[in-house]
């Protein structure tokens, strides 16, 4: 039962990130590797598929209900997702602010809408399909196949959460009062982790903005540091 579930977890988020992929390919004209993650799958619709399916499967054969349900649990999980991201990592990854009809910008009824059409086919119709293709597997075969995309899939976490905690230490390095430590500290995270941390701004338009602030305060730090000694001398 776990296997199962655990792998309906990873396809429903590749097909989440494939979802946007292809909105942002039709929005932007080019390829943004959205999600968290560096591997390709965005887990928020691996959880929402797997709450709607263990939830929702008894409403199956009515598709108003499906539908009307979907959008509340998907809405619910979007939102309270949102608020746990940006309380842990002081960061909001995304922002329905300017869209009508949002709540808090975390939530929006553009959203809404395809969750709930989304939510109603993977109920009613693919997640039956995954299933008896994943129950054919031989399940020796399939314990080999959970405990590799298993073992990716935390080393991916591992890497993610290292690459922006590492975001939030550089605001907090602005507060010491060392301007070499601040340099070397931004210095350091740059080099070492330059491929996720492009990615992640891509991913997120908001962190450019996020970045460019922390940048800001590095600065004005390092310009009153400097104003300190000057007048010390």
């Known amino acids: 039962m776990f296997n ?3 792998l309906l977890f990873i396809i429903y988020s590749i097909i989440g ?3 946007e992929i292809g909105l942002a390919l039709f929005e932007h004209h080019k390829f943004i590797n ?3 993650l560096i591997g390709p799958y965005c887990p928020i619709y691996g ?3 797997i709450f709607l399916v263990l939830l929702l499967s008894k409403y199956s054969d009515d598709v108003l209900v499906l539908f009307a349900l979907s959008i509340l ?3 619910v999980l979007e939102y ?3 608020w746990l991201m940006e309380k842990i990592f002081k960061l909001r990854w995304w922002d329905y602010s300017n869209m009508k009809f949002n709540i808090n910008g975390r939530i929006c009824l553009e959203t809404m809408i395809p969750f709930g059409i989304f939510g109603t086919i993977v109920v009613k119709y693919v997640n039956p399909f995954l299933v008896n293709i994943i129950n054919s597997i031989n399940p020796s075969t399939l314990n080999i196949i959970v405990i590799i995309v ?3 899939f935390v080393i991916d976490l591992l890497v993610s959460f290292n690459v922006v905690f590492n975001l939030k230490s550089i605001t907090r ?3 010491k009062d060392s301007t070499e430590e601040i340099k070397k500290a931004i210095h350091k995270f740059i080099h070492n982790n330059v491929f996720m941390y492009e990615r992640i701004v891509k991913a997120f338009p908001n962190m450019s903005k996020i970045i460019k602030n922390q940048k800001e305060k590095v600065k004005k730090y390092i310009d009153s540091k400097n104003k300190t000694k000057k007048s010390k001398k």
């Open 73 to 75: 649990i998907c809405s």
């Open 173 to 175: 390095n602005v507060t």
């Open 47 to 49: 959880a929402g598929c």
């Open 150 to 152: 298993m073992s990716l």
């Open 17 to 19: 990130w494939l979802g």
């Open 80 to 82: 309270v997702t949102s």
């Open 34 to 36: 959205r999600g968290f």
């Open 4 to 6: 199962t579930y655990f």
